[in-house]
């Protein structure tokens, strides 16, 4: 039992040392093993609730943000030997007895999650190069225009609501599996061929079906949430944005998506830096949990130094995930095998590829018309959302 423990790295403001010890009450309640936190003390505004607690003065030129990753990225080098380590962001809650098992899947050096995003995805996140503040201008325009052209629709509200999330989850099924839906997609483009008087009420299962009329998709009867395509020429003489039926997608005058900030400029930066090649496709690993022992030191140096490295230059954000995806490639680990996803699941409120299943008594995800059973949910937006179907569940454990 004692050659395998759990490690939270936490230092700094108030909001991440309750989350973590929010975290900690769950896995002192599925871990049989032992729990370490590594701190700087005297950076942190409210007490941990752990005894066991590694105390590691950090450069006092750091921010608490940058002094946390400056902990993480030394890990092997502030630990006994001997042991194999489970690094868990201080967002990650276990939600089973099958957390333990997770150092099985330990493949030395360092055994990393992947993440659910391309390498251009992550790059908007990642450095300074405008595009997420574009992105993000383009949003909020194409929201507000909405507001004024949508009755009664006040899109910060409606949003929030967990029923929502299934709206847009069955939404997003149709888009995924058309040939499973053949017969309401028919009917949609008789709608927009011919207009609603020829169709006013495409049911797409027995609780949701769109109202050609109102130009509503409609849940249990109760959940509203205009059908956005049925708007399209208002919102493109209003704003230039237009709907592009292939690609499914709202696309600015520049032609990008206004729902997907992507770009190239981390992948163009790791080639100055660095002297690398990235694959646009390359799919990031997540830093979020990883399993490693001594064995992995070298990695960790590498980690280390390129972090502290881009530290330096300001067009970098304060990132450790980055400099992961250069250490991997550095040390031709790129394929190295990956965590299964239920050790890492990522839940993000807004993403509408997966649903809580209401009948289980367990925790268990709905994503893609498959049941999975996640060991460590990875709550990385909407922490705490009380409105929130997975929230309450975690609760409720």
């Not at 993480?72 to 099958?98: G, H, M, N, W």
């Not at 600015?252 to 090649?277: A, M, P, Q, V, Y």
């Amino acid at each position: 039992m004692n050659n395998k423990a759990f490690i939270f790295v936490v230092c700094g403001e108030r909001k991440h040392i309750e989350t973590l010890n929010f975290s900690l009450k769950y896995l002192k309640k599925f871990s049989n093993y032992p729990i370490w936190v590594i701190t700087d003390l005297k950076r942190n505004e409210i007490e941990i609730n752990h005894d066991n607690i590694i105390n590691i003065s950090t450069p006092f030129e750091l921010n608490n943000h940058q002094a946390s990753i400056y902990l993480k990225t030394q890990l092997p080098f502030l630990l006994p030997d001997d042991v194999i380590y489970c690094y868990l962001d201080s967002d990650v809650i276990a939600v089973s007895r099958e957390i333990n098992n997770i150092f099985s899947h330990f493949v030395p050096p360092v055994t990393f999650a992947s993440d659910n995003k391309e390498v251009d995805l992550f790059s908007p996140y990642s450095v300074n190069c405008g595009c997420l503040e574009k992105h993000l201008s383009d949003h909020q325009e194409f929201w507000n225009i909405v507001s004024h052209i949508v009755p009664n629709f006040d899109k910060d509200i409606v949003i929030k609501m967990p029923e929502t999330r299934d709206l847009l989850n069955a939404i997003n099924n149709i888009n995924k599996k058309p040939f499973l839906n053949i017969i309401p997609l028919i009917k949609y483009v008789l709608y927009y061929l011919f207009g609603n008087k020829l169709i006013n009420k495409i049911k797409i299962k027995d609780n949701l079906y769109l109202d050609t009329s109102l130009k509503n998709w409609v849940l249990n009867e109760k959940i509203f949430y205009p059908n956005l395509t049925a708007y399209r020429k208002e919102i493109y003489l209003k704003s230039n944005k237009i709907f592009k039926w292939k690609r499914q997608s709202w696309i600015n005058k520049e032609g990008k998506d206004i729902f997907k900030c992507k770009c190239s400029h981390l992948r163009e930066e790791i080639r100055k830096t660095f002297s690398l090649h990235i694959p646009k496709n390359y799919i990031i690993w997540n830093g979020g949990v990883f399993i490693f022992n001594n064995q992995a030191k070298i990695f960790f140096k590498h980690w280390h130094e390129n972090t502290m490295n881009i530290f330096k230059n300001s067009y970098w954000k304060i990132r450790d995930q980055a400099t992961l995806l250069v250490t991997a490639f550095q040390l031709n680990l790129q394929k190295h095998y990956n965590l299964p996803e239920t050790y890492n699941f990522l839940a993000d409120f807004y993403d509408y590829s997966f649903t809580l299943s209401k009948n289980d008594y367990d925790i268990t995800i709905i994503k893609d018309n498959k049941k999975i059973k996640p060991y460590f949910l990875h709550i990385y937006h909407e922490f705490g959302n009380n409105n929130w179907d997975l929230w309450q569940k975690i609760l409720s454990l």
